[in-house]
DNA sequence: AAAGTGTACTATGTATCGTAGTACACCATA
DNA sequence: TATGGTGTACTACGATACATAGTACACTTT
C-alpha cells in the first residue's frame, strides 16, 4: 500500500486566486515536478483541510477538479492516488487556454508599462522549474 | 479641439473576462501602441456603449478604471483625452504584478502540459508589439 | 435654452466562492 | 460484525463581483 505524502502545502485567503485554486494549483505544479510520483497518495479531504485550516468542501472542490482533470484517480474507500501520465486535453483545447494565457500577460506587461524583454527574461527563469521534467 | 477618434473595439459576453476588462484592456493597448495619441479624444459613455450594445454604466466603470490607472484624464463637460505617458506605479507594486502574473502563467503552462520553450516563443512573437513603441 | 459630457447614486438579477451541515457507499481493521 | 476513515453528493447561507436599469447633478458647448 502506497504511504500518505505529506504535502507541504499553504494557502492563505490574502491571495488573488480562490482557495481551491491555490491547492489545484499547488498539486499539479507538485506532480509536474515530480515531487509527487505516480501512484503516491494524497492527504484525505478532511485531512488536508484541517492542516490548511479550511472547509473540507474546498478541498474536495480542489481533488474534484484535479480528477475531472485526469491528475488524480480515487479508489473507492480508499483515497486520491496520482494517476500515471497521459494526454489530459486536445490539442485545440490546449492552443485556445494558451492563446488566453498569453492574451492574459501581454495585457498586464502593457497595463505595468513594463519592458517586454524584461518581463519575458524573468518568465524564462519562472520556467525553468519545468524544463528539466518535461523535456 | 481634437477630435474624437472612432477606436474600434469589439467585446464578447463569452470571453471569459469581464466587459469592462475587456474595455480597459482594449483602450491600454491602443495606448500602448500609439494607436491612440496623448491628448486624442475617446467616445463618450454613451456613444460607445450604444456602438458596443452594452450598458452605460459598465462603459463609466471601464472609463474610471483608466482614469484612476493614469491612462487617460477628464475634463468637465468634454470629455475623456489620452494622458500624457508618465509613471503609473510605484517600482514594488510593478514587481508584484508581474510576479502574478508571471505565476499564473506558469502555472497554465503546467495545467497544459505544454512544452515551456514553445510556451515561450509564442509569448515572444505576442510581445513583440510592444517592443516598438517601449524601446 | 438645449444637448452632450463625466460622474455618482440606488436597485435588481445572476454567478462564483467559501463555509456549514448532513448523508451515503465503499474499504480496512480491530 | 462493528467501527472508523475514505471520496462524493447534496442543501443552505452569506459575501462578493458583474452587468443591467433608472435617475440625478454639475459642467461645457452650441
Redesign the pocket.
Known sequence: ?PR?QVLAIQVA?GDS??????IVDAVRMKIATGELESGGK??????LAQQL??????V??A??EL?SEGWVE???????FVAPPRQRLSDDERERRLDDAIRHFVHEVVALDYPPQQALQRLDEALRVLIRKTA
Chains 1, 2 share one sequence.
Open positions: 500500500m500518505t485567503t486566486r480562490p482557495l481551491s485554486k491555490q494524497l492527504p484525505s479531504v478532511r485531512g485550516g479550511i472547509n473540507p468542501n474546498t474536495a472542490k481533488y474534484a480528477g480515487s479508489r473507492q474507500g480508499l483515497g486520491l
